[in-house]
């Protein structure tokens, strides 16, 4: 396992703390009237005559304030449930690893410390070489120079080659799942074959920047991992997005034509063109039947399809953009490439395939 991205129990569950910490703290600060206003009726605006207090401001975004408060504490749920389960299956590799360990001293009539020293310095004990060749292959800017991260570097590679040797004569089997929520995807426009390993359902609006900056991360996933992988998108315009419907809708008839990811693609990389009369230029500009286009989207074919997709977001809680599921697994935002590869990754390794069965 890579160890760099491994995150120590203790740590783990400081994390989550803080985490609530820090849902509690910027509950607080949205909540209805902040603790240091002594009179409600105290005036903060006037307009000629007429006088603005501070409960006729309360009362205007009380509404806004209890969505952004509902819609924070959804995030932070799942980004507990998130760290519950790294802390939970980092801790269970941990016992898998020590059991394995504590066996083959038994074996040797050893303690686990003198058994460890035995093998560390063995004849298959890590060299110095194989630490530095390591240590080049993956050092960075600001990283420690090697005489000083010798003896870690040292010992983790010795534990992990050690556990390696010890897999092969008992296999570990890692069986904690991790959440998952069943999505039916089928019948939606997708990039890669029905058989792939693993499946990243997109829900996404076209108007939406952050939906923009991730096109280029599914772009580095596709050309890293190829057929493991396919890609379905799902529709969820985003209701303060004035074209984002217009822009759903347009792309389900432009898919008609079988031509939705080039349509996709045109949307992504102008969304200052989203207007209906902009949607229609697009579909002419990529060769389009444009009469069958502009009749698909002037009698809104697709419009039922769209708000289906929307529904069916809300119900596996969605409330922004971009979402993604992968095999099930909710990763929400605009992350960062290595954030799908470490789902990616777990999927491919203990059978996406068998898992996401029952959510293609």
């Not at 809708?249 to 898919?255: E, L, Q, V, Y």
């Not at 200052?272 to 698909?296: M, V």
Request: glycine share 6%; aromatic share 6%.
């Amino acid at each position: 396992m890579n160890q760099s991205r491994r995150i120590r129990p203790r740590s783990a569950r400081s994390i989550v703390t803080a985490i609530a910490a820090a849902v509690a703290i910027v509950c607080a600060a949205i909540g209805p009237h902040p603790a240091w206003a002594d009179d409600p009726n105290a005036v903060v605006a006037t307009v000629g005559d007429h006088k603005i207090s501070e409960k006729d401001l309360d009362a205007k975004v009380k509404p806004q304030l209890d969505q952004m408060r509902a819609a924070l504490e959804k995030r932070v749920d799942q980004l507990i449930a998130d760290k519950t389960f790294d802390l939970r299956r980092q801790t269970l590799e941990s016992m898998t690893n020590d059991y394995l360990i504590e066996q083959a001293a038994q074996r040797d009539k050893l303690s686990a410390d003198d058994y460890l020293k035995k093998e560390y310095a063995g004849k298959s004990a890590v060299t110095e070489a194989d630490a530095k060749k390591f240590y080049d292959k993956n050092k960075s800017a600001g990283t420690a120079p090697f005489d000083k991260l010798k003896p870690q570097l040292m010992e983790m590679m010795n534990r992990q080659a050690l556990l390696e040797r010890l897999r092969k004569e008992a296999p570990v089997k890692i069986l904690l799942e991790p959440q998952r929520v069943a999505l039916n995807s089928s019948g939606h426009p997708a990039l890669g074959g029905m058989n792939a390993p693993v499946t990243i359902v997109e829900f996404t609006d076209f108007q939406c920047p952050y939906c923009k900056k991730t096109e280029d991360t599914l772009k580095q996933l596709r050309a890293k991992y190829g057929d493991k992988i396919r890609i379905v998108h799902m529709d969820f315009p985003l209701p303060f997005h004035s074209h984002a419907l217009d822009a759903a809708k347009g792309a389900r008839c432009a898919n008609d034509q079988g031509k939705f990811w080039q349509f996709r693609d045109a949307l992504f990389a102008d969304q200052s063109k989203l207007a209906p009369a902009d949607l229609k230029a697009t579909a002419k500009k990529l060769g389009l039947n444009t009469g069958q286009f502009d009749a698909c989207l002037d009698k809104a074919k697709y419009d039922s399809q769209v708000k289906s997709d929307q529904a069916a977001g809300e119900k596996v809680g969605v409330d922004g953009t971009p979402a993604f599921f992968i095999d099930g697994r909710p990763l929400t935002g605009a992350q960062p490439a290595s954030k799908f590869e470490e789902i990616i990754d777990d999927e491919l390794a203990t059978g996406g395939a068998n898992k996401q069965a029952s959510v293609r």
